[in-house]
């Protein structure tokens, strides 16, 4: 993913559309992404306006329209704005504000800048819809896992066994912040990364979402299928 928004960002690619709940980890990457291509980042909200990371914030620009209408004066060349959740806003009902965000993502190519939103869903307003690029984030790999598990122990400020490859096959299909929460709540319980905790955790996880039913394997093994 980082390499693949490296390549967007030195590109120039109007706007890339993440979905994802993970927003904490995805900025994360978004910021490394930017720096490997030499840009500056941005981080824009309905609560705190735009900020410079590393810097300072941008007065008045908790607005979108007002940010986008002071963007589109100043603009401001090689920079990647992460912008949160901004699909919430209401285009359809305000043609001045879709207008000034189709300007804001159409001029920054012009001075080699981009823009990433983050949602957990994100369908583009017909204004930008050709020039937005959508991405599904991947969850946590297996290496990424066992960071997120060396983070818990550290953490805990406690000497305790690094995660087994059994713990990490457990975690797999989880996000970010699942993983963090069934890793810490099985050292609470048990002392150690315990795998029925952690797949425990998991078919709660399932369960959210509405979509699948995790079924408990039969004792018997393989032996129990017939036909």
Same mark, same amino acid.
């Given at each position: 993913?980082?390499?693949?928004?490296?390549?967007?960002?030195?590109?120039?690619?109007?706007?890339?559309?993440?979905?994802?709940?993970?927003?904490?980890?995805?900025?994360?990457?978004?910021?490394?992404?930017?720096?490997?291509?030499?840009?500056?980042?941005?981080?824009?909200?309905?609560?705190?306006?735009?900020?410079?990371?590393?810097?300072?914030?941008?007065?008045?620009?908790?607005?979108?329209?007002?940010?986008?209408?002071?963007?589109?004066?100043?603009?401001?060349?090689?920079?990647?704005?992460?912008?949160?959740?901004?699909?919430?806003?209401?285009?359809?009902?305000?043609?001045?504000?879709?207008?000034?965000?189709?300007?804001?993502?159409?001029?920054?190519?012009?001075?080699?800048?981009?823009?990433?939103?983050?949602?957990?869903?994100?369908?583009?307003?017909?204004?930008?819809?050709?020039?937005?690029?959508?991405?599904?984030?991947?969850?946590?790999?297996?290496?990424?896992?066992?960071?997120?598990?060396?983070? !818990?122990?550290?953490?805990?400020?406690?000497? =305790?066994?690094? @995660?087994?490859?059994?713990?990490?096959? $457990?975690? /797999? *299909?989880?996000?970010?912040?699942?993983?963090?929460?069934?890793?810490?709540?099985?050292?609470?319980?048990?002392?150690?990364?315990?795998?029925?905790?952690?797949?425990?955790?998991?078919?709660?996880? !399932?369960?959210?979402?509405?979509?699948?039913? =995790?079924?408990? @394997?039969?004792?018997?093994?393989?032996? $129990?299928? /017939? *036909?």
């Amino acid at each position: 993913m980082i390499q693949q928004l490296t390549n967007y960002f030195k590109a120039s690619y109007p706007a890339i559309a993440i979905q994802t709940t993970e927003e904490t980890r995805a900025i994360g990457d978004v910021i490394e992404a930017a720096k490997l291509a030499k840009r500056e980042v941005l981080t824009w909200s309905a609560t705190e306006g735009l900020i410079m990371v590393g810097g300072k914030s941008i007065d008045d620009t908790e607005d979108l329209l007002a940010m986008c209408s002071q963007m589109n004066e100043q603009r401001r060349s090689k920079s990647v704005f992460i912008l949160k959740d901004p699909h919430t806003w209401p285009f359809d009902r305000d043609p001045k504000l879709a207008r000034a965000f189709r300007e804001f993502i159409a001029g920054g190519p012009e001075k080699g800048s981009s823009v990433v939103i983050l949602a957990p869903e994100f369908k583009p307003h017909p204004t930008v819809e050709k020039l937005c690029t959508i991405l599904d984030y991947d969850l946590p790999s297996p290496g990424d896992l066992k960071r997120i598990s060396d983070g !818990v122990i550290e953490s805990t400020k406690k000497k =305790l066994p690094p @995660a087994t490859d059994d713990v990490i096959r $457990a975690l /797999g *299909g989880m996000n970010t912040t699942e993983a963090e929460n069934a890793l810490t709540l099985s050292l609470i319980e048990t002392g150690v990364f315990d795998t029925k905790v952690i797949y425990r955790e998991k078919v709660q996880a !399932v369960k959210r979402t509405g979509l699948l039913e =995790l079924a408990e @394997a039969d004792p018997a093994g393989m032996s $129990a299928i /017939g *036909g």
